[in-house]
């Protein structure tokens, strides 16, 4: 609002001295009273609305601390334990039966393959020395009594045929040596001997049919 300045009356009846410098006083009181509107208006500084802090909600209760936190470690661990060592207790275990122990046997009381590799040629040479006086005896009108050699009696095939029994002593006679039980590992040599024993027999027996005829 532009406020209205009023002049006295004395001044009003009082002639100008000239048109022109009532415009301009007119003009200057009004630039004057624009500046004084413009000063005299405060200019309040912007307000900021500030809002209301929210209630914070209130933080729930924390839980009590476990007792077992509050342990050391091992003795936390101990309590832990327990009830599955009082549950594995409860399950019934079957009783171990002890093994049989296993029994090493000393190099120096280990029969010597020496031994063995002698038994076995003897039994093998022995074995053909039977073939070839059997070969002779049937020449001479003997008659083989042996139902597995006699198929082959009448051929050279008798010398292979009569090999394999030799063959499978001389592995049973190998067996003993590495055995655990005392008795069987002394007696290794009783197969071999016994059986090189009755191809000499039966081959000294065909020797002395032949000469007789």
Request: hydrophobic fraction near 45%; charged fraction near 15%.
């Amino acid at each position: 609002m532009v406020p209205v300045v009023l002049l006295d009356d004395a001044s009003a009846a009082k002639p100008s001295a000239h048109p022109r410098d009532g415009v301009r006083l007119r003009m200057i009181c009004c630039t004057a009273a624009l500046l004084l509107h413009f000063w005299a208006t405060p200019t309040m500084p912007p307000q900021t609305v500030v809002a209301p802090a929210a209630q914070a909600a209130p933080l729930p209760d924390a839980p009590m601390a476990n007792s077992d936190c509050l342990l050391p470690v091992s003795q936390a661990v101990y309590r832990d334990s327990e009830p599955n060592s009082q549950t594995t207790s409860a399950i019934p275990t079957p009783e171990l039966q002890p093994a049989n122990p296993i029994r090493a046997i000393p190099a120096d009381s280990a029969p010597p393959l020496r031994s063995w590799m002698i038994l076995s040629v003897a039994q093998h040479g022995a074995a053909a020395f039977d073939a070839y006086s059997t070969r002779r005896a049937i020449t001479r009108g003997a008659i083989e009594i042996d139902p597995l050699i006699r198929p082959f009696a009448h051929s050279p095939e008798i010398y292979a045929a009569i090999q394999l029994g030799p063959a499978v002593l001389d592995i049973v006679a190998r067996r003993m040596q590495r055995s655990q039980n005392t008795l069987w590992r002394r007696t290794w040599w009783v197969p071999q001997s016994a059986s090189t024993g009755l191809f000499l027999f039966s081959g000294i027996h065909n020797l002395q049919f032949t000469n007789k005829r």
